[in-house]
């Protein structure tokens, strides 16, 4: 039997283990869950406040987190790291924002998802295994970099980037319209178009970049919530960068996003929404159990409806966690707990076949934890609006869980596609031609708008056979 949740010296206020799916974690990631949560109460969360009143990037829950070795939570511990599992990443990221502070553990979302990618192929780089071998002890935080300008949360389109060969290694230019920790990390894994790029979207590549490689706009961010992630645009301006800073070989940018940054993302930041769920559930819990009426000599935990409240939200909100935990344990099983050492093989992709799987659990957890904060505020009643309380805040943070890229929008309508047409409909490049549509929308045309339509498309096959042609070869007098 789990040991009473405790909360500093006290009892916690909230909901106690019995609510926990404790069964999943091994007795030593309880003990880490034990001393993360008092971390939490004495650091993470003061720190919070302060984060989402002022703006503040949470680099002093970072340092905090870096001295239970959490840095290096995938890290394999003959590199110094603790060799954690998915189902350990899940549980911390959780913790972190129910405990804690929710954009703390969306920066550590995204730190995971680099620290990921550069271990999937860091077994023939010593650039790589040097930097993951000091994430604890220098307090190096990464992050990921894949969005762009021109096609927002449809990140696996990069548009304003590209990489090309020099004589001193790769000239690397990316334009991202959203980067967490953008200007705040030390280091950055983002993703352009390869070099020697064709016009092949799905022509992807990944390097690392430093801290002083980047250009961000920090002053910029001010939002509705995660008010300390600092989530804006960088610029990688044309650096060059050495040969060794791609991360894995030339093309790997796409069995990089469907083998780490889509399974990884997904799932810690579905944990991030539930724990975001669970805090407000727990705030909530110590105001009506506390709150009386004295003219019916009842507290507001006394009312029914009240009650109904919290039991649909528990509810839900483990359906979502349980969902979650599931596909962590899937992961581990698929891994051998994470074991990095698979993929030495280039060609072994294990987490990329649960693809549809991922999206799925990332969007019940965004639209639960909306409904969860919103209904705990209704239970709070007016003192809920006011600031002290922080289920406001925490309210606001989770409302980033829906429109965060892939966006719910996005992944109900690649579920549903993939349900119905298969995965060829998905056509993430935007390669494909629906034929349907196509003969749908000519069959409108009358024979002049037919003919007219029909020497356009002859025009610009012309100028594209034209622009193809080799060029002549000429001898040399």
Known sequence: MTAAKTWGSEPYWGLGYEFDPQWILTPA??????????????????????????????????????????????????????????????????????????????????????????????????????????????????????????????????????????????????????????????????????????????????FLIYADEVKAEPHKWDALGLRGNQSGTLLVDGVTVPVNRMVGPRGDGTSSNDEIVDPFFLLCSSACWSGIAMGAIDIAKRHVTRKKHVDVGMRVADYPTIQDYFGEAIIDTNTCRSFTFSMSKLLDDLTNNCDWSIHDDLTALPRSAYLSWYWQIKFAAAKNVAQVCDKMLHACGGSGYKKDMEIERYLRDGKAGWVMGPTNEVLRQFVGKLALLGMESLDYWNQTVNERVLYNETKKLDAEGKRQLAAKLLAEAAIAEEQSAPLPVTASV
């Not at 003959?78 to 969306?106: D, K, Q």
């Open 29 to 206: 990631q309880q003990e880490l869950q034990a001393k993360l949560i008092d971390q939490c109460a004495t650091v993470l969360r003061p720190n919070a406040i302060a984060s989402d009143a002022n703006l503040i990037y949470p680099r002093k829950n970072f340092e905090a987190l870096a001295s239970l070795g959490l840095l290096g939570l995938f890290v394999p511990k003959e590199w110094g790291g603790l060799g954690e599992n998915h189902t350990c990443a899940a549980m911390i990221v959780e913790t972190i924002a129910r405990y804690g502070c929710p954009s703390t553990a969306m920066c550590y979302t995204m730190h995971l998802g680099a620290v990921a990618a550069a271990l999937f192929r860091a077994h023939h780089s010593p650039e790589l295994q040097q930097l993951l071998q000091r994430l604890d002890k220098d307090v190096l935080i990464g992050t990921l970099s894949y969005s762009d300008p021109e096609t927002g949360s449809h990140f696996w389109y990069p548009i304003s980037s590209g990489a090309e060969r020099v004589p001193d290694g790769w000239k690397v230019r990316k334009q991202a319209s959203w980067t967490t920790s953008a200007g705040f990390a030390d280091w950055y894994i983002v993703q352009t178009t390869s070099p020697e790029f064709d016009g092949n979207y799905s022509d992807l590549s990944c």
